[in-house]
């Protein structure tokens, strides 16, 4: 990921597709170069102190550390050795997702973050999630389809508590996620 993202090899692979069968390419309005200069002039935007305000905002107060209970004791030393899980959610629970989500008005990335964060808080007895969630970074047009790294990670920070209904929950993660994109270039 140092020089490219997961969409630029979609970009590439089709891109590769048009060049084999003899197409020719559609020239780009814009380098790489240019959105890093885009970039950087954008530092001292006032579009940039706003969202530089409302991440300071997210991330006052006392950063939760997520204490799950565990087999073993936590090492002295961070170590990054652990396991995977997987499964399948079978088509009539997928179904399910899609149906909350489009009853409540949001995404099924937002259904699972909310269920996600109610079950790491239900297993650490904590109320202040924070997730990191990475983000395309493609929010204008002319980078859909330039090669390049452009993803952000988000950190969605959430707090769900039992005294909140799910479905109440689900809209306070709609809202700070939306909030969190609105902001994702800083």
């Known amino acids: 990921h140092i020089i490219s ?3 630029s090899i979609g970009i590439m692979v089709q891109e590769f597709v048009q060049l084999y069968h003899g197409a020719e390419l559609a020239p780009l309005r814009i ?3 240019d959105y890093a200069a885009w970039q950087q002039a ?7 102190k706003k969202q530089e305000a409302y991440w300071l905002e997210v991330c006052s107060g006392e950063i939760p550390v997520l204490n799950l ?12 050795k652990g396991n995977t899980f997987e499964f399948v959610i079978d088509r009539q629970r997928s179904e399910g997702l899609r149906q909350l989500a489009a009853q409540t008005g949001t995404t ?4 699972l973050l909310s269920a996600y964060t109610t079950l790491l808080s239900k297993y650490s007895g904590q109320e202040d999630i ?3 969630t990475p983000i ?3 929010a204008h047009a002319d980078l ?21 209904s799910f479905h109440a929950y689900v809209q306070e993660v709609k809202e700070n996620a939306l909030r969190a994109y609105e902001n994702q270039d800083y």
């Open 42 to 48: 954008e530092v001292q935007s006032e579009r940039l």
């Open 69 to 80: 209970p565990t087999d073993y004791a936590r090492p002295a030393v961070k170590s990054f």
């Open 130 to 132: 924070i997730v990191g």
């Open 5 to 7: 993202d997961g969409t």
């Open 31 to 33: 380098q790489y170069k």
């Open 144 to 164: 859909q389809q330039m090669l390049g790294m452009f993803v952000n990670t988000l950190a969605m920070r959430n707090a769900p508590s039992g005294e909140k």
């Open 108 to 111: 099924l990335y937002m259904v």
């Open 136 to 138: 395309a970074g493609r």
